[in-house]
């Protein structure tokens, strides 16, 4: 156990335990152990080819779902650091966040989510619970990676009360109103800094977004101005990249600053006390509103631009035509999901279609629908 940390940080010796009761690690915590695991499973290595913004064969040097993840870690683990709060167990919640989404992004959920709807819908956060409780399959004792509870309820950022009440214990926050723990909180707003800054930055290098129209947004233009009194000859990529990470160590300073004055206020005394308390890891109302502006920036200037909605609007055919075609045709799916359509057909096929990376999803819908028979 770490001596410093605070009274109210998760503790792993006190944790509330994995689904199915293993034997101690050596040599690392409980939680050390939930980030391996994720680290390894099969989810985090596909993230590599799934989308942020840009779909994956657009360019190389775009966020993927798996530098987003690697740079929420990094995020996360400095707040948790600052907070005296548990680095292992806030790193793996912020690696496994993204596991259950779909190819494409929000675009891809939306329209994979659509196809689900008459058969209890799909949520990225529930998916991603459900690949790290049953769809990972690397260990003879058990389906999953069988995580330990706070990481588990770490990852379930939102959840409705219908699913929660089929959830079990990671449920029960959302039916008597609680909070996770600090570490849980700490990454939802990490990864908020993450992909509104870096969305910025590739909105830039794409082309999409101009510097001239980022000048209009309060954060970006005072980070801006404040690189070219220091350096009044930066220009191009340079002045990005400084203005961007200026405006990210201003959101992780003030959410710590921010962060810390809550806790005072609130003093809890332990992981319990968090629970029963009001969202503690916040932004100060400045900062907050700032992102707000920026957040609303992006969405009309980034989100809806003519070629992101064009690609928007080919992911949805992808996704929505292989969704139709499993179910008319089961038999279409690879052999283990054939096995898991028995039970439940539409939910083998969003399993199957959620696991599947950009390109492969491109590459499978060509294979069911191209008209080549040489």
């Not at 779909?102 to 459900?130: I, V, W």
């Not at 809550?262 to 969202?279: F, L």
Request: glycine share 6%; net charge positive; aromatic share 8%.
């Amino acid at each position: 156990m770490i001596a410093d940390r605070a009274p109210y940080a998760s503790v792993p010796e006190n944790s509330r335990g994995r689904r199915l009761r293993e034997p101690p690690p050596r040599g690392r915590s409980e939680y050390q152990r939930d980030r391996d695991r994720i680290i390894h499973s099969t989810a985090f290595r596909r993230l590599e080819y799934k989308t942020q913004v840009f779909v994956n064969h657009e360019g190389d040097l775009f966020r993927t779902r798996l530098t987003h993840s690697l740079e929420v870690a990094q995020i996360g683990r400095s707040v948790a650091r600052h907070l005296r709060l548990d680095e292992d167990l806030t790193e793996a919640i912020t690696l496994a966040h993204d596991l259950g989404h779909t190819p494409f992004g929000h675009t891809g959920q939306d329209a994979l989510n659509a196809c689900m709807k008459p058969y209890g819908g799909f949520e990225h956060n529930l998916q991603s619970l459900r690949v790290v409780d049953v769809l990972e399959q690397r260990y003879g004792a058990f389906d999953g990676l069988n995580l330990t509870f706070e990481t588990r309820e770490g990852i379930l950022k939102h959840c409705s009360l219908k699913n929660a009440r089929t959830l079990g214990d990671v449920g029960e926050r959302f039916i008597r109103r609680q909070r996770p723990g600090l570490e849980a909180q700490i990454a939802n707003l990490a990864d908020e800094i993450a992909y509104n800054n870096h969305d910025v930055d590739d909105g830039l290098r794409s082309g999409l977004l101009q510097m001239e129209q980022l000048s209009t947004v309060g954060i970006f233009r005072r980070h801006m101005r404040a690189a070219l009194r220091e350096f009044p000859k930066i220009e191009g990529r340079r002045l990005v990249h400084e203005t961007v990470r200026r405006m990210i160590d201003t959101l992780i300073t003030d959410l710590v600053r921010q962060s810390a004055a809550t806790i005072r206020e609130y003093a809890p005394a332990s992981v319990n006390d968090v629970r029963q308390s009001p969202p503690m890891i916040r932004f100060s109302e400045r900062i907050r509103r700032e992102q707000t502006e920026l957040k609303q920036f992006l969405h009309t200037n980034l989100y809806r631009h003519y070629r992101v909605s064009r690609m928007s609007s080919k992911a949805r055919r992808i996704v929505t035509e292989l969704f139709q075609a499993f179910l008319a045709e089961p038999g279409l799916l690879p052999p283990e999901f054939q096995e898991r359509a028995r039970s439940d057909t539409p939910r083998a096929i969003a399993d199957y279609i959620a696991g599947m990376t950009d390109r492969y999803a491109i590459v499978e819908h060509r294979r069911l629908f191209a008209i080549d028979i040489s």
